[in-house]
Nanobody, 127 residues
Framework: QVQLVESGGGLVQAGDSLTLSCAAS?????????MAWFRQAPGTEREFVAA????????QYADSAEGRFRASRDNAKNTMYLDIVNLKPEDTAVYYC???????????????????WGRGTQVTVSS
């Protein structure tokens, strides 16, 4: 069983920067887990944002996230981060952390490939 807890969300203004954190715990969690960020705005489907490989340490981004989002990971702390710069109102959403036990060498961008999920952290960007 893996537990994921997101933090770092809040109400910010357009143009601000934010760092989200996802702390992982659980008996089976280890560095080889692949982790990802998704987001969901009201009335929309859950959308892939970024992923970070456990064994590969590679990252992958949605087209909409290229240039303003950066995923990173601290394996010693079992924590993944998402740095967001130049926030826009359309970034307003609940941001979720997800993990799967490294079954794939290629990072998945679809939510159903991930087994464990956090409860999310709300990011609201005012214009």
């Amino acid at each position: 069983q893996v537990q994921l807890v997101e933090s770092g969300g809040g109400l910010v203004q357009a143009g601000d920067s934010l760092t989200l954190s996802c702390a992982a715990s659980g008996r089976t969690f280890s560095y080889h887990y692949n982790m990802a960020w998704f987001r969901q705005a009201p009335g929309t489907e859950r959308e892939f944002v970024a992923a970070f490989g456990g064994k590969t340490a590679l990252s992958q981004y949605a087209d909409s996230a290229e240039g303003r989002f950066r995923a990173s990971r601290d394996n010693a702390k079992n924590t993944m981060y998402l740095d967001i710069v130049n926030l826009k109102p359309e970034d307003t959403a609940v941001y979720y952390c997800a993990a799967e036990p490294g079954r794939r060498d290629v990072l998945s961008t679809v939510w159903y490939d991930y087994d464990s999920w956090g409860r999310g952290t709300q990011v609201t960007v005012s214009s």
